[in-house]
């Protein structure tokens, strides 16, 4: 077999094949043996067809099994012998009839990792939040605790206001035509929660138990369906029920629902939680400047395949995130295409940062100890609430190991480049104003 390689991009390669005669009349002899085991031919016993029968017969059968052997041996074997780093199924052009005692040639096009080898990558200046004490955050989780304790009481009133929950049948139509997704039968809307299109809330705010009221509004710019986007639409609505909360007292025996002593351990749980979730916050964000300001320094071609997988990840995540909410895409306005559109170039950009961080862990010579396994694995088993043993089990599998390493190995590639970096930390305010200013 002779291959010649080249580079069309820096992720992409041409591999040339020429796989010789008698490769070929192996491979047909095999297809030929194959097929003639199971060959069912009229005036003929099973296994007793003639060679040249089973030619004319089944020519196209024996050509795809031919044609299948030969480049699969070949291409694969070129793929580890020439370590290329392909990550995509190969696009095969330009092949050869496959004829007994001739050469086969073909032609294969295939994405590849890109090799990258990092630069200016310490020394980097990043701003940092300031972690802040807000005492009303505190508060405000307690109220949406207590909310989330309220019992729904159909109201008194006849008339609907903000923070009641309603329930509506509607249709909406542009023009005289109702349109897809627009209709919906005893609907339970929070007034006030913006949850519904600009404007929709605010006009059946006032509306009495059993009125009906046609609505005005005027699709976004930006709506996920393209065909609704700066429409503007009638909603036929009907107000059927009015429902109020009713909240709980806020005391210690309402803490004590939660299985705590009383209302000053329920505070003290909520700012330890409140604390861990912004410094997690505080670091994430720390982390997308670094990523940022590496992708400036090293910009990076990012193959097709690569991209389409991380937005299959990130796709996957909304929706399981929706689904437990009760909620879909469609709900949101949005569809498969118009997200994988919206989030293209953030799934690009993910890319290019675990490549940079990949290339970084190689050319510093960071690896991972089996200590760091270990201990990744305890944390795993907290956050999850499973037996360690349950953890080690699953993490046990190639798969799932090596992902579970290459993930250690970028979160401490981001340690070292961050002890090696000028942080400097900022006030929350003064880092939006700065985060506008580079929009």
């Not at 041996?73 to 095969?92: C, G, M, N, Q, T």
């Not at 989330?148 to 909406?172: K, L, N, P, Y």
């Not at 609907?187 to 005005?216: A, C, H, T, W, Y």
């Not at 950009?349 to 961080?357: D, E, M």
């Amino acid at each position: 077999m002779n291959v010649k390689i080249e580079d069309i991009s820096s992720i992409k390669k041409k591999l040339s094949f020429e796989v010789a005669a008698d490769k070929v009349d192996a491979a047909m002899d095999q297809a030929l043996q194959k097929i003639g085991k199971t060959a069912k031919i009229k005036g003929f016993r099973p296994g007793k067809v003639p060679r040249k029968v089973i030619e004319q017969q089944y020519a196209p059968q024996i050509e795809e099994q031919v044609l299948t052997r030969l480049i699969n041996d070949s291409y694969f074997k070129a793929l580890v012998e020439h370590r290329i780093a392909a990550v995509s199924d190969p696009e095969i052009l330009d092949n050869s009839p496959i004829e007994r005692g001739k050469p086969f040639s073909y032609e294969a096009h295939v994405e590849v990792k890109p090799q990258i080898e990092a630069k200016d990558y310490t020394g980097l200046s990043l701003k940092k939040e300031r972690m802040d004490a807000d005492a009303s955050v505190i508060e405000g989780r307690i109220e949406e605790m207590r909310s989330g304790r309220a019992e729904m009481q159909v109201s008194d009133r006849d008339e609907a206001r903000t923070g009641d929950f309603v329930t509506i049948d509607f249709e909406g139509f542009l023009g005289d035509e109702p349109f897809e997704g627009g209709k919906a039968e005893d609907f339970v809307l929070e007034l006030g929660s913006g949850s519904l299109i600009p404007g929709f809330e605010e006009q059946v705010e006032g509306m009495k138990r059993g009125e009906n009221r046609d609505v005005q509004v005027t699709f976004p710019e930006n709506y996920g369906n393209k065909e609704l986007a700066g429409q503007p639409a009638l909603f036929k609505v009907a107000l059927k029920e009015i429902k109020e909360k009713v909240l709980p007292t806020l005391d210690d025996e309402f803490a004590k629902g939660f299985g705590l002593e009383g209302l000053a351990d329920l505070r003290e749980k909520l700012t330890e939680s409140h604390n861990t979730q912004e410094k997690n916050r505080i670091e994430g964000d720390l982390r997308e400047r670094l990523v940022t300001a590496l992708i400036e320094r090293n910009p990076v071609e990012v193959p097709e395949t690569m991209i389409a997988s991380q937005l299959d990840y990130m796709l996957g995540n909304i929706r399981n995130r929706l689904q437990s909410q009760g909620m879909s895409l469609e709900m949101l306005g949005m569809n498969e295409d118009s997200f994988r559109q919206m989030y293209r170039e953030s799934a690009a950009n993910q890319v290019r940062g675990s490549l940079i961080l990949e290339a970084i862990a190689r050319q510093e010579n960071l690896t991972v100890d089996p200590s760091e396994i270990d201990g990744k694995l305890e944390k795993i088993a907290q956050m999850s609430n499973a037996s360690i043993e349950a953890v080690k089990s699953y993490y046990a599998k190639d798969e799932a190991r090596r992902g579970l390493m290459s993930q250690i190995l970028e979160e401490k590639t981001v340690e070292f480049l961050l002890e090696k970096s000028d942080i400097l930390e900022v006030d929350k305010a003064d880092l939006e104003q700065a985060n506008k200013g580079q929009e």
